[in-house]
């Protein structure tokens, strides 16, 4: 069974600083582009990063970038996004997915609308306040 377990959500203050946690199970991490996603009351899901093996520099939406880092600790199974100076705008429920590299090599199912990963773990909330 896979299993994605995102962490790490909660109340910050606009410029601050937050770090999320998806920790993975039942997949073996280097077969699958990891990505981090976000959805507001209201709002259009957006694609916020991703991670692959097979593409040198992570994806960052235009909205985050600069501000947002995603890393990954493969033997811990582990994909974490550091959030910094954050915005209210930035308030949302987040969650990772994963899609196999076989479906795309890289990350550029983030720019696809409606495209939806393999697998989704349950969302963290992350709450920015002004």
């Known amino acids: 069974e896979v299993q994605l377990q995102a962490s790490g959500g909660g109340l910050a203050q606009t410029g601050g600083s937050l770090r999320l946690s998806c920790v993975a199970s039942g997949i073996t991490f280097d077969d699958y582009n990891i990505g981090w996603f976000r959805q507001a009351p209201g709002k259009e899901r957006e694609g916020v990063s991703c991670?692959?093996?097979?593409?040198?520099?992570?994806y960052y939406a235009e909205t985050v970038k600069g501000r947002f880092t995603i890393s990954s600790d493969i033997p811990k199974n582990t994909v974490y996004l550091q959030m910094d100076s954050l915005e209210p705008e930035d308030t949302a429920l987040y969650y990772c997915?994963?899609?196999?590299?076989?479906?795309?090599?890289?990350?550029?199912?983030?720019?696809?609308?409606?495209?939806?990963?393999?697998?989704r773990g349950q969302g963290t909330q992350v709450t920015v306040s002004s």
């Open positions: 997915a994963a899609d196999s590299i076989l479906n795309m090599p890289t990350c550029e199912a983030m720019g696809v609308p409606g495209y939806e990963y393999d697998y």
């Open positions: 991670i692959s093996r097979n593409a040198g520099t992570p």
